[in-house]
């Protein structure tokens, strides 16, 4: 069997970092994701809300740089989750990531680096790198 999922998409609201009772950190977000589709000369949007969960030091990171917003790309599995609430059972599909890509950099954290504010090279090879 093949369980994998690739979404790019932006997060809802800002992530949660919480930590289990082993000191293994997770954090939670809902990721928006826009799909277009033509029926005619008619544009449809749909967006699909889905819950993401990392664990570990991306978990962390996530936490750190990502707000409400923030365009990433998420790669994991997905997972069912089943409980039980005042009598009735309930589930839910989710994403276990492994793998987080942030795609929109946060304009105070990261600056913005042209070529131009780079001192140019000691010396200038011509030589291919490969």
Not at 1 to 4: E, I, K
Not at 23 to 31: S, V
Not at 126 to 130: A, K, T
């Given at each position: 069997?093949?369980?994998?999922i690739i979404l790019i998409g932006r997060l809802t609201r800002d992530p949660e970092l919480r930590y289990a009772p082993s000191?293994?950190?997770?954090?939670?977000?809902?990721?928006a994701v826009n799909t277009r589709s033509r029926q005619g000369d008619e544009s449809k949007e749909e967006v699909l809300f889905i819950d993401c969960v990392v664990f570990g030091k991306q978990a962390e990171s996530c936490n750190q740089y990502l707000s409400k917003g923030s365009l990433i790309l998420v790669e994991g599995r997905l997972r069912?989750?089943?409980?039980?609430?005042?009598?009735?059972?309930?589930?839910?599909?989710?994403?276990?990531?492994?793998?987080?890509?942030?795609?929109?950099?946060?304009?105070?954290?990261?600056?913005d680096i042209s070529a131009d504010d780079l001192p140019p090279p000691d010396e200038i090879s011509?030589?291919?790198?490969?």
């Open positions: 069997m093949f369980n994998r000191g293994m950190a997770f954090t939670n977000f809902t990721l069912e989750r089943r409980w039980e609430y005042e009598g009735q059972k309930k589930s839910k599909m989710e994403v276990l990531a492994n793998n987080i890509r942030f795609l929109q950099r946060k304009e105070a954290s990261i600056p011509r030589e291919e790198p490969f």
